[in-house]
Structures are given as structure tokens and as C-alpha cells.
């Protein structure tokens, strides 16, 4: 049993550059989340999913996109990169049968922009 | 939208000291969690708080839930070397986002 899976776990972008980060998790979880973590800052929720098809804007949504095609991937996009978006990027997942369950964590993708 | 509020920033103690972090939130919530992050790693879930008034105890690590449901607090006995790391609670807005504080960092000097 996996949990929850990122790719890559590092990257390095050059300015206006795009990217997609893969998040897979083998839970069956219905709730799905793409947080960035910077120095300070915590965790800030950029998107989020309630299920299959569905996505909704986080904290801080702008510069990210993000599809859930299928239940147990979440991908983040980012069209043009900007050094701003250099950061730890996590995905999470939880169950959304309870309104109050835990969320699992994949181990982080940190993404450099120069 | 829902703050999720949380102090100190950091935090340095001797080992065998006790160590506290408080979560306040700007609305009230329908529970809280707490993680904790390893440097280095992602955040591992240590509990859930829903009731008013609740209060869980793990070992040496307290959590309470105020009255109001609005704050929380973390509290660790006799600090260990293993407890290092960064504490963050988590409140829910409704049943679907998962809004973070912004964590305490706990060094311990040994």
C-alpha cells in the first residue's frame, strides 16, 4: 500500500517554463489537495477536490491549474513558472465518506524557478 | 474565508522542558487536527478534535479544544529529542477544505 504518491521530488524550471506534478493515491479517497509550503508561511491550500471531475480554488489558487480525470490522480499545472512558485509542493488525500478524517500526505516535490 | 492562526513561530527548549502551541481560528470550527512534520519530511496526522471542550491526551502530548470551538492548543511534557519538528493544526471550513496555521517549529537543546 502506497498512500499517496508525488513525481516528480525535485525539479528545476527556468522562468516561464511549464510543468505538470503528478499526485496518485491507492486509498480510494474521495478528497484530494495540492498545498505549497514556504519558510514562515505553513501550508497554504492551493486547490482542492471533492471527487472525481470536480476541482475548487484553495488560499492561493493563482499561477496553478488542476485536473482530476481520474478518482485516484490529482494533477497541478503551472503554465509559466515565475520564481514565486519556488517552493515544497504536497498533495493530500482523505476520505470524504466522514466529514472528519485524517489527510495523508505524499513525501513533497520541491520545485526550484531561476 | 477561515484563518487558521497559530503562535509561537518558534519555539527552543532544553530537554525535559515543556513546550506549547496555540491554534486560533477566525471562525468557528467543526474540528481540528493536529500534524507534525519531521525536517525533512510531510505532515503526519496525530489527532482529531470535534467536541467542545475536548481534551485527548497521547503519552506525553495534550491536545485541548476550546469552548467556542475558535482555538486549540498542543502541550508536550518533558520535551524528548524525538519531539522535534514542526507542529501545525488544521481546521475544517465545512467538510471539504483543510486550512492549515502556519506551524510552530519546535528545537530542542539536548
Known amino acids: 500500500n502506497a498512500g499517496v504518491t508525488q513525481t516528480p521530488k525535485f525539479r528545476v524550471l527556468k522562468t516561464g517554463q511549464s510543468m505538470t506534478l503528478l499526485c496518485a493515491q491507492d486509498?480510494?479517497?474521495?478528497?484530494m489537495y495540492w498545498y505549497r509550503q514556504d519558510p514562515g508561511m505553513g501550508l497554504r491550500l492551493i486547490h482542492y477536490?471533492?471527487?472525481?471531475?470536480?476541482?475548487a480554488k484553495g488560499e492561493v489558487p493563482d499561477g496553478y491549474n488542476v485536473s482530476r480525470l481520474k478518482k485516484q490522480n490529482f494533477l497541478l499545472g503551472l503554465e509559466s513558472a515565475a520564481p514565486s512558485q519556488t517552493s515544497v509542493y504536497f498533495c493530500?488525500?482523505?476520505?470524504?465518506?466522514?466529514?472528519?478524517?485524517?489527510?495523508?500526505f505524499g513525501q513533497g516535490t520541491r520545485l526550484t524557478v531561476v | 474565508g477561515q484563518q487558521v492562526m497559530q503562535i509561537p513561530q518558534y519555539q527552543h527548549v532544553q530537554e525535559g522542558e515543556d513546550f506549547t502551541t496555540y491554534c486560533n481560528s477566525s471562525?468557528?470550527?467543526?474540528?481540528i487536527q493536529w500534524y507534525k512534520q519531521r525536517p525533512g519530511g510531510h505532515p503526519v496526522f496525530l489527532i482529531q478534535?470535534?467536541?467542545?471542550?475536548e481534551v485527548k491526551k497521547q503519552k506525553r502530548l495534550t491536545f485541548q479544544f476550546g469552548e467556542a470551538k475558535k482555538n486549540s492548543s498542543l502541550h508536550i511534557t518533558a520535551t524528548q529529542t524525538t519531539d522535534v519538528g514542526t507542529y501545525f493544526c488544521?481546521?475544517?471550513?465545512?467538510?471539504?477544505?483543510?486550512?492549515f496555521g502556519q506551524g510552530t517549529r519546535l528545537t530542542i537543546n539536548p
Open positions: 493530500a488525500s482523505s476520505d470524504g465518506q466522514g466529514a472528519w478524517t485524517e489527510a495523508f
Open positions: 486509498m480510494n479517497h474521495e478528497y
Open positions: 477536490s471533492v471527487g472525481e471531475g470536480t476541482t
Open positions: 471562525t468557528t470550527l467543526s474540528n
Open positions: 478534535l470535534v467536541k467542545s471542550g
Open positions: 488544521a481546521g475544517r471550513q465545512g467538510a471539504q477544505k483543510l486550512v
